[in-house]
T-cell receptor
Framework: GESVGLHLPTLSVQEGDNSIINCAYS??????FIWYKQESGKGPQFIID?????DKRQGQRVTVLLNKTVKHLSLQIAATQPGDSAVYFC?????????FGTGTRLQVFP | GAGVSQTPSNKVTEKGKYVELRCDPI?????LYWYRQSLGQGPEFLIY????????DSGLPNDRFFAVRPEGSVSTLKIQRTERGDSAVYLC??????????FGPGTRLTVL
């Protein structure tokens, strides 16, 4: 399959540490945001979402923070595992479509 | 339950040829989206269907690209007179409520 993100920003973390992936979005009117995980040769996989009327939302091992003042999203992954290695994209909904950020490659080393 | 499926997984064609890419959305999802992803980039929106109709086709790059969803389920993306610049992974997503979009594995198109 296609290899994703050959020239993306990379975050390297040790297994068991927490990871924080950041994203800036462009449209202050966007009302919904999603984080996706994409492994090589696969389609984006939904991780967690958040609406613009919230600042924080937690899932299993993941937390998304939304700062509307500076148009910034972050994804926090607790106790990062080797299976978390992938490219992570944030996306904002504009009208009916998603607009994706650049993506960050997360590498987990033992 | 089955997720979004796309066929073929890989398609190699020659410049100038016509191709069709198929998407089977999650059963019951009324919204269907096509995106294109180039190497090292995030997916870029092409077209959105609500039911059978194209609600937003503003992302289609030119008139060589066309998509249909005649029965409100399966969708086909059609590309005429393919060019080398059309080479990319074509992703399909579906949604029940218009919020979370669930993606298929994509079709990798290579135009020689």
């Amino acid at each position: 399959g296609e290899s994703v993100g050959l020239h993306l920003p990379t975050l390297s973390v040790q297994e068991g540490d927490n990871s924080i992936i950041n994203c800036a979005y462009s449209n202050s009117a966007s009302d919904y945001f999603i984080w996706y995980k994409q492994e090589s040769g696969k389609g984006p996989q939904f991780i967690i979402d958040i609406r613009s009327n919230m600042d924080k939302r937690q899932g299993q091992r993941v937390t998304v923070l939304l700062n509307k003042t500076v148009k910034h999203l972050s994804l926090q992954i607790a106790a990062t595992q080797p299976g978390d290695s992938a490219v992570y994209f944030c996306a904002e909904r504009s009208a009916d479509k998603l607009i994706f950020g650049t993506g960050t490659r997360l590498q987990v080393f033992p | 339950g089955a997720g979004v499926s796309q066929t073929p997984s890989n398609k190699v064609t020659e410049k100038g040829k016509y191709v069709e890419l198929r998407c089977d959305p999650i059963s019951g999802h009324t919204a269907l989206y096509w995106y294109r992803q180039s190497l090292g980039q995030g997916p870029e929106f092409l077209i959105y269907f609500q039911g059978t109709g194209a609600a937003d086709d503003s992302g289609l790059p030119n008139d060589r690209f066309f998509a249909v969803r005649p029965e409100g389920s399966v969708s086909t993306l059609k590309i005429q007179r393919t060019e080398r610049g059309d080479s990319a992974v074509y992703l399909c997503a579906s949604s029940l409520s218009g919020d979370t979009q669930y993606f298929g594995p994509g079709t990798r198109l290579t135009v020689l």
